[in-house]
């Protein structure tokens, strides 16, 4: 009877030591994982822990960490580190910043993250890259798809050739949303055609400087309204369909060079937060975000097109860049009464990564911006 006890404590012990093994190796890969040439750097995640003496005896550490267990769904493990340390546990960083519930979400546990949500794990908690658990995988899965068009369009309301022009970013982005495809469009309004008498409303100078760096640095010369440039490497007149089109195709061929990842962050009532991650090897670059509007309808009173009524879609209401020097999350803010004369409605943020050097378009992704960010999910987001 001993020595069959000694054999099944030697093949539990056996079996302990295997499986430990099997996730220190699987986290040491989640540690180096390369994306794009970029790494996700997360330090080893075993802790050093003493035996707690609770209620007259000692109870044993779990053999794992809580990371490790939140990283293979082990729920009945992280309660027993829940249960001998204290209060706050639950967010306990890696030397990478890396708290259970990102383990969580970089290996699809969903039961796990509702669990360590529930018992008050931080959703918005950083790790030095500044991603958030769920930045993670939104960074998997744009990886996944990674092909994307940037249409941006330089136009003006004064402008008679422009309506043409906005009609078809309407068209495309419209299209783009059916077929689920990753062009996004924005609409620049430049201010060379303002006047002391009437200017566009939605014009901004730092938009005609936009267009004029891609006339310095790309296109030698050339810029005019209506101009569209596709993933700043292709330029065309803004209502010619066919040049347009096939720049697009052109782009959606190519694999981004940087993920890009974007999401509303729950803040104020008058403001508009977005959380943006970037992934990838590049240099000579900067982070942009366009908070841009859709269905605006305007009686036009000056200028080359005085007297109509223009319906405009994309239009940028605000645009905000950070220069970076590789892997990096920003937060961006936007005053909502500032950017949108309180209008809460038809918004979208379209982040994007690009080259300061060329202008060459990198990565980019949308989000919908809503009122309250995922209401009925308490503001989680899977």
């Known amino acids: 009877m001993k020595h069959f006890l000694k054999l099944i404590t030697f093949l539990v012990i056996t079996g302990c030591a295997v499986e430990e093994h099997l996730v220190e190796s699987r986290l040491a890969e989640v540690e180096s994982q390369t994306v794009n040439g970029s790494e996700l750097k997360v330090e080893s995640t075993i802790v050093n822990e003493e035996e707690i003496p609770i209620q007259g005896y000692q109870r044993p550490v779990p053999d794992i960490s809580i990371h490790e267990a939140a990283a293979q769904g082990r729920i009945e493990i992280v309660k027993q580190h829940l249960a001998i340390h204290p209060e706050g546990y639950i967010n306990t960083r890696t030397p990478s910043g890396w708290t259970p519930l990102h383990f969580a979400y970089e290996q699809g546990r969903a039961k796990m993250s509702r669990f360590l949500l529930d018992k008050g794990a931080d959703y918005e908690a950083k790790n030095k890259l500044a991603q958030a658990p769920v930045d993670i995988r939104l960074l998997k ?4 798809n990674s092909q994307f068009a940037l249409v941006e369009l330089y136009t ?19 299209m783009a949303l059916a077929k689920r495809v990753n062009i996004f469009c924005v609409s620049f309004h430049v ?19 936009r267009q004029r760096a891609y006339e310095y640095k790309r296109f030698s010369g050339l810029y005019y309204t209506p101009q569209i440039i596709v993933n700043g490497k292709y330029q065309t007149l803004g209502y010619n369909r066919a040049n347009t089109l096939n720049a697009i195709n052109r782009s959606l061929k ?31 670059a900067k982070l942009c975000v366009a908070l841009v509007q859709h269905g605006i309808k305007r009686r036009i009173t000056g200028g080359e097109n005085k007297g109509r009524t223009l319906s405009m879609d994309n239009v940028v209401q605000e645009f905000k860049c950070v220069e970076i020097t590789g892997p990096v999350g920003h937060e961006f803010t936007f005053d909502l009464k500032q950017a949108t004369g309180g209008k809460r409605y038809s918004l979208n ?15 980019a992704q949308a ?16």
């Open 141 to 144: 899965r744009n990886l996944k």
């Open 156 to 174: 003006s309301e004064s402008c008679s050739s422009c309506p043409p022009a906005e009609r078809l970013t309407a068209e495309i982005r419209r």
């Open 191 to 209: 201010d060379y055609f303002d006047s002391e008498s009437w200017s566009d409303s939605f014009s901004d100078e730092r938009f005609s400087a």
């Open 254 to 284: 190519v694999p981004s060079k940087a993920a890009v990842s974007v999401r509303q962050v729950r803040k104020g009532a008058e403001v508009i937060a977005v959380n943006v991650c970037t992934l990838g090897k590049f240099k000579n």
């Open 349 to 363: 943020a379209v982040a994007f990564v690009q080259r300061t050097d060329n202008m060459e378009m990198l990565g």
């Open 367 to 382: 989000v919908r911006i809503q009122r309250q960010p995922d209401e009925k999910s308490n503001g989680y987001q899977w």
